[in-house]
């Protein structure tokens, strides 16, 4: 069984920062990529940010610029560096591991995080 841990959510003021971090962990023998989403009330989830295992990013345009994800292929860890933030980045952020597999030849599967909460506030 493959579990993700997400931490480091909060309240945070308009133009502070936080940094969200979500570790694997369970019988894992490799993950394709690692990212972030997040859902906002009333609103569908959405791809913040991701990072393959060969190092390649992709980021939404919304955060572009501002935000920052890392990831640690040893630990199976995975972070994200929030600047500038603004009211509109208030949401429930999601980890995802994408394209898991607990064996060589085992099917590849997605496991989600419980989530965080990041509002964005003054």
Do not use: H
Not at 38 to 46: I, L
Not at 94 to 109: E, F, H, K, M, Q
């Amino acid at each position: 069984q493959v579990q993700l841990v997400e931490s480091g959510g909060g309240l945070v003021q308009p133009g502070g920062s936080l940094r969200l971090s979500c570790a694997a962990s369970g019988s894992i023998f490799s993950i394709n990529a690692m990212g972030w989403y997040r859902q906002a009330p009333g609103k569908q989830r959405e791809l913040v940010a991701a990072i393959t295992s060969g190092g390649s990013t992709n980021y939404a345009d919304s955060v572009k610029g501002r935000f920052t994800i890392s990831a640690d292929k040893a630990k199976n860890t995975v972070s994200l560096q929030m600047n500038s933030l603004k009211p509109e980045d208030t949401a429930v952020y999601y980890c995802n591991a994408g394209g898991v597999r607990i064996s060589p030849l085992a099917r590849p599967r997605d496991y989600w995080g419980q989530g965080t909460q990041v509002t964005v506030s003054s």
